[in-house]
């Protein structure tokens, strides 16, 4: 075994602590394989030289060359060692930010300050605005992203039908006809509340055609009316079966009935396998999403943080 996944593998067992795993069933070894294989995958992308010239093409930061978008292992002073890469909001050249891995828990803030200190010349020219790692708990930074939520199927479904449960109806659309729908009733959320517009965004044509073709992509009617449209796709949660949830939306007018948790739990009972894993991160300025989750057993059980620079 190299040095390099030695190290390498150091990063993914703080890693594995980072997700709070109890009750879920995730083999650690398994897990483990699959965050080094992930890993592997990831930077070998991301530090060949078609993908950094590609990124320094897409998001043209004045000053910067291919090799600034190099993702790094870097050994820290006190003997621990750090992936670090630059990435941005949405793919955003403007919004610019620093991801740390490291081969140490982070637990509080100063660390993760002093951390980021030892590496912050590599990303100078970005002039990063923010710096992001993640934690198995909630430590109560100001700004948070997204928080992962997760509980078995089985675990989901065996729960009794929800108020209004058996007067939804999810058909699978035909064609892509579905989608001009949807994109439009995302725009009128947003004119309502146009500070999640950043945060809650449309998902692409491409990510909801891939549910589709997985036979899990569903437009949701309630009393005869379309009013919402629920997504996910079979992905894999840690090397253990899972679900992932990309999509749960619902019209103005479905709103505010606990129709949401009632979708949610339906679709799980009808698509999912109970030793499956659903799975799917929430932004943490969602909080009826949120409650929505946690109403139907999933747990937070890994939080996105972030500190100004």
Not at 18 to 28: I, N, R, T
Not at 231 to 247: C, T
Request: overall charge negative; charged content about 25%; proline content about 2%.
């Amino acid at each position: 075994m190299t040095g390099v996944a030695s190290d390498q593998e150091r990063i993914i067992s703080a890693k594995l602590r980072s997700f709070s795993l109890e009750g879920l069933g995730v083999d650690a070894l398994a897990a483990c394989d699959f965050l080094v294989t992930e890993m592997q995958d990831e930077i070998s992308d991301l530090n060949s030289v078609a993908t950094k010239e590609a990124r320094r093409s897409f998001f043209k930061v004045s000053g910067t060359s291919a090799e600034d978008y190099t993702e790094h292992i870097v050994s820290l002073s006190g003997g621990e060692v750090l992936r670090c890469g630059i990435r941005h909001f949405g793919g955003d050249s403007s919004k610019p930010f620093v991801l740390l891995e490291a081969s140490i828990d982070i637990k509080e803030l100063p660390q993760a300050q002093n951390i980021y200190r030892e590496v912050s010349p590599l990303f100078e020219v970005f002039g990063p605005l923010q710096v992001c790692f993640h934690s198995s708990e909630n430590i109560g930074l100001e700004t948070s992203g997204n928080i992962l939520y997760a509980e078995k199927a089985g675990l989901i479904s065996a729960q009794s039908a929800w108020p209004g449960e058996n007067e939804l109806e999810l058909r699978a659309p035909q064609d892509q006809t579905y989608y001009s729908w949807y994109k439009g009733e995302y725009e009128k959320f947003h004119q309502v509340s146009p500070e999640l517009a950043s945060k809650i965004a449309v998902n692409s044509l491409d990510v909801m055609e891939e549910s589709r073709a997985q036979g899990l992509l569903f437009c949701v009617y309630y009393e005869g009316q379309l009013g919402g449209m629920v997504a996910a796709e079979r992905s894999s949660f840690l090397g253990h079966d899972g679900f992932y949830f990309n999509e749960i939306f619902l019209s103005e007018h479905m709103r505010g009935q606990g129709l949401a948790k009632a979708l949610q739990r339906k679709f799980i009972e009808n698509y999912c396998a109970c030793d499956s894993i659903v799975w799917g991160t929430i932004d943490a300025a969602n909080m009826t999403s949120q409650a929505t989750a946690k109403r139907n057993r999933r747990r937070a059980i890994r939080f996105e943080n972030f500190f100004t620079t």
